[in-house]
Protein backbone atom coordinates (compact mmCIF):
# COMPACT_ATOMS: atom_id res chain seq x y z
CA UNK A 1 0.00 0.00 0.00
CA UNK A 2 1.21 3.64 -0.44
CA UNK A 3 -0.65 6.92 -0.21
CA UNK A 4 0.04 9.73 -2.58
CA UNK A 5 -1.75 12.75 -3.62
CA UNK A 6 -4.68 12.27 -5.94
CA UNK A 7 -3.94 12.60 -9.93
CA UNK A 8 -6.50 12.99 -12.76
CA UNK A 9 -6.34 9.50 -13.80
CA UNK A 10 -7.79 8.47 -10.50
CA UNK A 11 -10.85 10.35 -10.84
CA UNK A 12 -13.07 7.30 -11.91
CA UNK A 13 -11.87 5.05 -9.09
CA UNK A 14 -12.63 8.11 -6.54
CA UNK A 15 -16.56 8.47 -7.78
CA UNK A 16 -17.27 5.28 -7.45
CA UNK A 17 -15.82 5.27 -4.00
CA UNK A 18 -17.84 8.78 -3.92
CA UNK A 19 -21.14 7.04 -4.17
CA UNK A 20 -20.29 4.40 -1.69
CA UNK A 21 -19.56 6.83 0.35
CA UNK A 22 -23.44 8.46 -0.10
CA UNK A 23 -24.73 5.39 0.33
CA UNK A 24 -23.81 4.47 3.56
CA UNK A 25 -25.30 7.69 4.87
CA UNK A 26 -28.52 7.38 2.29
CA UNK A 27 -29.05 3.98 4.00
CA UNK A 28 -28.88 6.02 7.24
CA UNK A 29 -30.41 9.11 6.87
CA UNK A 30 -33.30 8.60 3.48
CA UNK A 31 -34.60 11.88 4.64
CA UNK A 32 -31.31 13.82 4.33
CA UNK A 33 -29.10 12.04 1.36
CA UNK A 34 -30.87 10.97 -1.91
CA UNK A 35 -28.31 8.17 -2.97
CA UNK A 36 -27.31 6.80 -5.26
CA UNK A 37 -24.92 9.83 -6.25
CA UNK A 38 -21.37 11.72 -5.97
CA UNK A 39 -21.67 15.19 -4.73
CA UNK A 40 -18.65 15.72 -7.22
CA UNK A 41 -18.88 16.25 -10.79
CA UNK A 42 -15.42 14.92 -12.87
CA UNK A 43 -14.65 17.91 -13.25
CA UNK A 44 -14.98 19.43 -9.82
CA UNK A 45 -13.63 16.63 -9.13
CA UNK A 46 -10.43 17.56 -11.65
CA UNK A 47 -10.46 21.27 -9.74
CA UNK A 48 -9.96 19.95 -6.61
CA UNK A 49 -7.48 17.59 -7.75
CA UNK A 50 -5.04 20.33 -8.69
CA UNK A 51 -5.61 22.86 -5.56
CA UNK A 52 -2.99 23.00 -3.27
CA UNK A 53 -5.65 24.04 -0.12
CA UNK A 54 -8.28 21.20 -1.17
CA UNK A 55 -5.64 17.99 -1.02
CA UNK A 56 -7.11 14.83 -1.91
CA UNK A 57 -4.77 11.70 -1.06
CA UNK A 58 -5.26 8.17 -1.91
CA UNK A 59 -4.38 4.76 -0.90
CA UNK A 60 -3.63 2.53 -3.97
CA UNK A 61 -2.69 -1.21 -4.07
CA UNK A 62 0.68 -2.81 -5.58
CA UNK A 63 -0.62 -1.73 -9.66
CA UNK A 64 -1.68 1.97 -8.31
CA UNK A 65 -5.51 1.51 -7.67
CA UNK A 66 -7.05 3.70 -5.58
CA UNK A 67 -8.59 1.31 -2.45
CA UNK A 68 -9.45 4.35 -0.71
CA UNK A 69 -9.59 8.35 -0.33
CA UNK A 70 -9.14 11.27 1.94
CA UNK A 71 -10.55 14.50 0.75
CA UNK A 72 -9.06 17.70 2.82
CA UNK A 73 -9.18 21.24 3.12
CA UNK A 74 -6.86 24.23 4.37
CA UNK A 75 -8.95 26.53 6.58
CA UNK A 76 -8.45 29.27 8.78
CA UNK A 77 -10.54 31.61 10.25
CA UNK A 78 -8.88 35.18 10.72
CA UNK A 79 -9.64 38.43 12.36
CA UNK A 80 -12.65 37.18 14.24
CA UNK A 81 -13.10 38.82 17.15
CA UNK A 82 -13.60 35.65 19.36
CA UNK A 83 -11.70 32.81 17.85
CA UNK A 84 -7.75 32.69 17.35
CA UNK A 85 -6.05 32.70 14.03
CA UNK A 86 -5.47 29.17 14.04
CA UNK A 87 -5.07 27.17 10.48
CA UNK A 88 -7.23 23.85 10.64
CA UNK A 89 -6.93 20.95 8.34
CA UNK A 90 -10.47 19.72 7.72
CA UNK A 91 -10.69 15.95 6.71
CA UNK A 92 -14.18 16.63 4.30
CA UNK A 93 -14.27 13.06 3.50
CA UNK A 94 -12.50 9.46 3.74
CA UNK A 95 -13.19 6.72 2.26
CA UNK A 96 -11.97 3.04 1.71
CA UNK A 97 -13.76 0.52 -0.88
CA UNK A 98 -15.94 -1.81 0.78
CA UNK A 99 -13.99 -5.15 -1.11
CA UNK A 100 -10.67 -3.58 0.84
CA UNK A 101 -12.12 -2.53 4.35
CA UNK A 102 -10.29 -4.49 7.33
CA UNK A 103 -7.00 -3.71 5.95
CA UNK A 104 -5.74 -0.55 7.55
CA UNK A 105 -6.30 1.25 4.35
CA UNK A 106 -8.09 3.86 6.20
CA UNK A 107 -5.67 4.37 9.37
CA UNK A 108 -3.27 4.71 6.67
CA UNK A 109 -4.67 7.63 4.64
CA UNK A 110 -5.21 8.71 8.62
CA UNK A 111 -1.91 8.99 9.38
CA UNK A 112 -0.97 10.41 6.40
CA UNK A 113 -3.15 13.39 6.80
CA UNK A 114 -1.84 13.97 10.19
CA UNK A 115 2.11 13.89 8.75
CA UNK A 116 0.69 16.56 6.25
CA UNK A 117 -1.08 18.30 8.64
CA UNK A 118 2.48 18.86 10.40
CA UNK A 119 4.38 19.38 8.00
CA UNK A 120 2.65 21.71 6.67
CA UNK A 121 2.06 23.99 10.11
CA UNK A 122 -1.25 23.33 10.85
CA UNK A 123 -2.53 23.45 14.63
CA UNK A 124 -5.57 20.82 14.01
CA UNK A 125 -7.73 18.42 12.23
CA UNK A 126 -11.02 18.42 12.39
CA UNK A 127 -13.82 16.48 10.43
CA UNK A 128 -18.08 16.20 11.00
CA UNK A 129 -18.76 12.66 11.48
CA UNK A 130 -22.75 11.50 11.00
CA UNK A 131 -24.41 9.42 13.88
CA UNK A 132 -25.99 6.92 11.49
CA UNK A 133 -22.42 6.17 10.52
CA UNK A 134 -21.00 4.16 13.67
CA UNK A 135 -18.79 2.68 12.01
CA UNK A 136 -17.06 5.55 11.04
CA UNK A 137 -17.42 6.87 14.51
CA UNK A 138 -15.53 4.00 15.66
CA UNK A 139 -12.84 4.32 13.42
CA UNK A 140 -12.18 7.71 14.28
CA UNK A 141 -12.61 7.27 17.84
CA UNK A 142 -9.49 4.70 17.83
CA UNK A 143 -7.67 7.57 15.78
CA UNK A 144 -7.78 9.06 19.17
CA UNK A 145 -9.97 12.07 17.65
CA UNK A 146 -12.70 13.15 20.31
CA UNK A 147 -15.35 15.47 19.90
CA UNK A 148 -15.14 19.08 19.42
CA UNK A 149 -18.27 20.27 19.41
CA UNK A 150 -21.74 18.62 18.73
CA UNK A 151 -24.66 19.49 16.22
CA UNK A 152 -27.54 18.99 17.31
CA UNK A 153 -31.68 18.75 15.20
CA UNK A 154 -35.01 18.46 15.46
CA UNK A 155 -36.80 17.09 12.91
CA UNK A 156 -40.34 19.01 13.01
Known amino acids: MKV ?6 DIGKILELLVQVDMVHHKGRPDIFKGPATKYS ?3 LEAIIANDNTPVFVCTDGNDIPLGHAFCI ?3 ITGDPV ?8 IDDICVDEGARGRHIGKALYEHIVCYGREQGFYNITLNVWTCNPSALSFYEAM ?6 ICMEKIL
Open 4 to 9: RRAEKR
Open 42 to 44: RDQ
Open 74 to 76: HKQ
Open 83 to 90: LTDIRTLY
Open 144 to 149: GLVPQK
